[in-house]
């Protein structure tokens, strides 16, 4: 069947650090990828999405790449800010299903 | 513009109560689908609702049910509450064969069952 794999949090990184959170899929088909992002107390947000390989989505400084080679898409910025501190869970959605399928999420702490 | 809109945002019910979420969808979305985020976890699929059809259903019992209204709004409902259904219930709408747009999620409802 279809799923996520995140990599275990929580990650601390101080201010202006470089963050990447990995994310691999299992999937049949072709799917679509998303990294979704969840503050304290609130629902999920999009951050970005691919939806064939080699696409780059990118938002906020946030960019992920859409490597079907190693069925990965990671969460990748250059400088985390504090207010970056959340919990970002990779998903993804396949051609036949409009359900989302959601890794565990990852946990990131920026301190200043 | 006004997103998905959940009400209530939380919830205390004791084991074997009935509960009802509810969930308005973001103005044009037309579809909604209900997920249940447990503590820790990231959000399980429950059903999807299309043309006030249940159009997907997850991995969960018959005790949770759903309905969708003709202005695309939708009810969440759970019999015979379990401990184990106390989780965040998240509502998420999107337009129909667009979802790789991705979804808009409401903020959600915290049940907890005592």
């Known amino acids: 069947g279809n799923s996520v794999t995140q990599m275990e949090g929580p990650v601390t990184l101080s201010e202006e650090a470089f963050l990447t959170i990995n994310c691999t899929y299992t999937?049949?088909?072709?799917?679509?990828l998303f990294w979704y992002v969840q503050y304290p107390g609130e629902g999920l947000q999009l951050l970005l999405k691919?939806?064939?390989?080699?696409d780059k989505g990118s938002n906020k400084g946030f960019e992920a790449t859409y490597r079907k080679e190693t069925t990965s898409f990671h969460l990748e910025k250059g400088s985390v800010q504090v207010s970056d501190s959340a919990v970002y869970f990779c998903?993804?959605?396949?051609?036949?299903?409009?359900?989302?399928?959601f890794g565990t999420g990852t946990r990131l702490q920026v301190f200043p | 513009d006004a997103g998905v809109t959940q009400s209530p945002t939380h919830l205390i019910k004791t084991r074997g109560q009935q509960v009802t979420l509810r969930c308005s969808p973001k103005s044009g979305h037309d579809t909604v689908s209900w997920y249940q985020q447990a503590l820790g976890q990231g959000p399980q699929f429950i059903f999807q609702?299309?043309?006030?059809?249940?159009?997907q259903r997850g991995n969960f019992p018959d005790r949770f049910s759903g309905h969708q209204f003709p202005n695309y709004s939708s009810e969440l409902n759970v019999n015979a509450l379990l401990l184990g259904d106390s989780a965040l219930y998240l509502c998420?709408?999107?337009?129909?064969?667009?979802?790789?747009?991705?979804?808009?999620f409401g903020s959600g409802t915290r049940l907890t069952v005592v």
């Open positions: 691919a939806t064939k390989a080699d």
């Open positions: 998903a993804l959605t396949t051609y036949n299903t409009d359900k989302l399928i």
């Open positions: 999937a049949t088909g072709y799917p679509s």
């Open positions: 998420a709408s999107s337009l129909a064969e667009s979802v790789i747009y991705g979804y808009t």
């Open positions: 609702y299309y043309e006030e059809e249940e159009r």
